[in-house]
């Protein structure tokens, strides 16, 4: 079967304007992200969706394949859903942006399932969190999950709650990492459904997912990717690719 990265890349951004061509050792950060992809061994073909001139060139100028969409998507999966609509690939892989260091062999883990399974439609990862501050941070979104890997639920806040102290926890908590495979159809599917109470109140469009009644594989990993969503994460990043 067929799979397919795209990597929803847009200008603008809260905390980082322009973050996709933020130079990372000589090169922009979206070419780092592609480069990661493509190392991938089950990854088939890789794009960047993009609505901005600036990141397409900066896609073709080192070789990359890239898809104009709609500027008017309010999410990275509507962009995808839209470039990947004309593709043959039977899966599709959602890479984010904004982790230059992702480590290759995390895409392949999260494919595996999906096609070890035809019965599963969305999967997805977490790992394990080790410092309190990380569990309290709104910004490192939780999930916890069934006795077979299946999500039940994600949030910003402390998940799962509990009175005893983070050292005292009874349960482990987990991180999600913002990675998903899903199956093509899967996907078409679920761009276009309506946004979602639960959904909406956590900022978390996974939860659509789930309040409409899908199932979401949850594979663990102990990697732990380094985001970069402001200037400080980014001279961190650089600080990292420099050593």
């Given at each position: 079967m067929i799979v397919a990265a795209f990597i929803p890349a847009r200008y603008g951004s809260t905390r980082l304007n322009g973050k996709p061509?933020?130079?990372?050792?000589g090169k922009p950060m979206i070419q780092w992200v592609y480069e990661r992809a493509k190392e991938s061994r089950l990854v088939s073909e890789v794009t960047v969706a993009t609505d901005d001139a600036r990141i397409a060139e900066a896609v073709k100028?080192?070789?990359?394949?890239?898809?104009?969409t709609s500027p008017l998507h309010k999410s990275g999966t509507d962009?995808?859903?839209?470039a990947a609509s004309g593709t043959a690939a039977g899966i599709i892989v959602n890479l984010q942006g904004d982790e230059p260091l992702l480590e290759p062999g995390l895409i392949d883990l999260a494919i595996r399932p999906m096609l070890d399974d035809p019965s599963l439609s969305l999967c997805t990862l977490k790992t394990r969190i080790t410092e309190e501050e990380e569990y309290?941070?709104?910004?490192?979104?939780?999930?916890?999950?069934?006795?077979?890997?299946?999500a039940?639920?994600?949030?910003?806040?402390?998940?799962?709650?509990?009175?005893?102290?983070?050292?005292?926890?009874?349960?482990?908590?987990?991180?999600?990492?913002g990675l998903y495979v899903y199956r093509k159809d899967f996907l078409l599917k679920f761009s276009g459904l309506r946004p979602t109470p639960l959904e909406e109140a956590e900022s978390l469009e996974q939860l659509r997912a789930l309040e409409n009644g899908f199932r979401i594989k949850v594979v663990e990993t102990g990697y732990n990717p380094v985001s970069v969503d402001t200037p400080e994460d980014l001279e961190r990043v650089r600080s990292i690719i420099r050593k």
């Open positions: 061509l933020a130079d990372i050792g100028s080192f070789g990359g394949k890239v898809a104009m962009r995808i859903a839209e309290h941070n709104p910004n490192a979104v939780k999930v916890v999950t069934d006795k077979d890997g299946f039940l639920y994600f949030s910003r806040s402390p998940l799962p709650y509990s009175k005893a102290s983070f050292k005292e926890l009874s349960t482990p908590p987990y991180k999600h990492i």
